[in-house]
């Protein structure tokens, strides 16, 4: 029997997927899986970067894929908003960001 996967929602760019191996032990293993196309969230947070003027009194920071966020609760990290500052401030997750200044 080989692998399944199930989509179970699917809302905007997020689909979140049921994968059934059967293979896998003698109940088989499911495995929730997230996935977004980051492209239009990419696109807006840089349409919102260079609409900032600087002079806001509150400011949004960054937006996130769901998948990211998922990943920081299953590492344990979602609530550290040091690991975050460290995680928003690498230069290889810039497209998140919204605001030009460290976190």
Do not use: H
């Amino acid at each position: 029997m080989a692998t399944q996967q199930t989509v179970y929602e699917a809302r905007g760019t997020l689909k979140r997927i049921l994968v059934n191996d059967p293979l896998d032990g003698f109940y088989g293993q499911f495995t929730a899986v997230a996935e977004q196309e980051c492209e239009p969230l990419i696109e807006e947070n840089k349409a919102l970067r260079e609409m900032q003027t600087g002079k806001e009194r509150f400011r949004l920071v960054a937006r996130v894929p769901v998948p990211i966020y998922e990943q920081a609760l299953r590492e344990g990290w979602a609530y550290d908003d040091a690991k975050w500052r460290k995680w928003l401030n690498d230069p290889d997750n810039r497209a998140f960001r919204v605001s030009e200044e460290r976190v």
